[in-house]
């Protein structure tokens, strides 16, 4: 009869933290990190499609509105990193909807301005909300899952969040010459705003706060290595592979992930899910 019973709390909710979650609400928790981070990964490579009406739209070279989408990446490439910690110091409830608002910040300012420099800052608020939610998405899910579904649960959120960039251009490209580029905004944003309301009620502190030290000096090698060698890619186009501009760039990325304190003890940056 005790073993009956076990199993019949088992099924009926797994603890996360101090929180007991069941079922229903593991899936109503697994479909906003889906909704969101399916959304907010299409931009990532959309507007690659509306570049030339950018450029056309803000007055700037070919070069320059290619940053829309390198610096995109760039930006996200460096929160990355920071999202590890701020899970561990941060209720995951608020950080989860502070990046969706970050997020939606971004398609507002990007939406709105008629200056470049402004659209920049809004895609690089919307690659720092890209960042916080798929970093925190996955731990989130391989907490509240139990050990024989995180397999399932994790494909089925990778098939998701990579699939979209694939077909975005070409739904990018479809909503630009039905609505104009703006119009892929305004989809996205209107799907973070549901997800957003969405998650305000659902959405629960299923992770342990830690008190960690943040490594300071592991978080700057981290943006001088993938931040060069991304912001050095991106400067051949404009200046050349023999080049100041993308030379200097890409040699103190490589010089940096090739350092003996990049490599020190890797094991200590991933998060440790073994006892959860």
């Not at 989809?187 to 030290?213: H, P, R, T």
């Not at 300071?216 to 890619?233: D, H, K, P, Q």
Request: aromatic share 8%; with cysteine.
């Amino acid at each position: 009869m005790d073993n009956l019973k076990n199993e019949e709390k088992q099924h009926a909710g797994k603890r996360t933290g101090s929180v007991l979650l069941n079922d229903r609400k593991r899936g109503l928790i697994f479909i906003c990190l889906i909704v969101s981070g399916t959304a907010s990964s299409t931009l990532s490579t959309a507007m690659t499609t509306a570049l030339p009406n950018l450029v056309e739209y803000f007055g700037v070279n070919t070069s320059s509105g290619q940053w829309v989408t390198s610096g995109y990446s760039l930006a996200m490439g460096m929160v990355l990193p920071l999202t590890a910690f701020l899970i561990t110091r941060f209720p995951t409830k608020k950080l989860y909807l502070s990046g969706i608002a970050c997020f939606i910040l971004g398609l507002l300012l990007s939406i709105f301005t008629t200056n470049f420099g402004v659209m920049m800052t809004g895609r690089i608020l919307q690659a720092c909300g890209n960042g916080v939610l798929m970093s925190a998405a996955q731990v989130v899910i391989l907490t509240i899952y139990p050990v024989e579904k995180r397999g399932t649960m994790m494909g089925t959120y990778g098939l998701c969040t990579t699939a979209a960039p694939i077909v975005a251009p070409t739904i990018a490209g479809l909503l630009i010459d039905a609505f104009g580029w703006k119009s892929i905004f305004y989809v996205v944003l209107v799907i973070m705003a549901a997800s957003l309301l969405l998650s305000c009620f659902v959405f629960e502190d299923v992770l342990e706060l830690q008190d960690k030290k943040f490594d300071v000096i592991s978080f700057v090698e981290s943006i001088v290595a993938f931040g060069g060698i991304t912001l050095g890619i991106g400067n051949i186009s404009s200046f050349g592979l023999v080049s100041l501009e993308a030379g200097a760039p890409l040699g103190g990325g490589g010089l940096e992930c090739d350092s003996e304190h990049f490599h020190r003890k890797p094991h200590d940056a991933a998060i440790n899910l073994g006892n959860q």
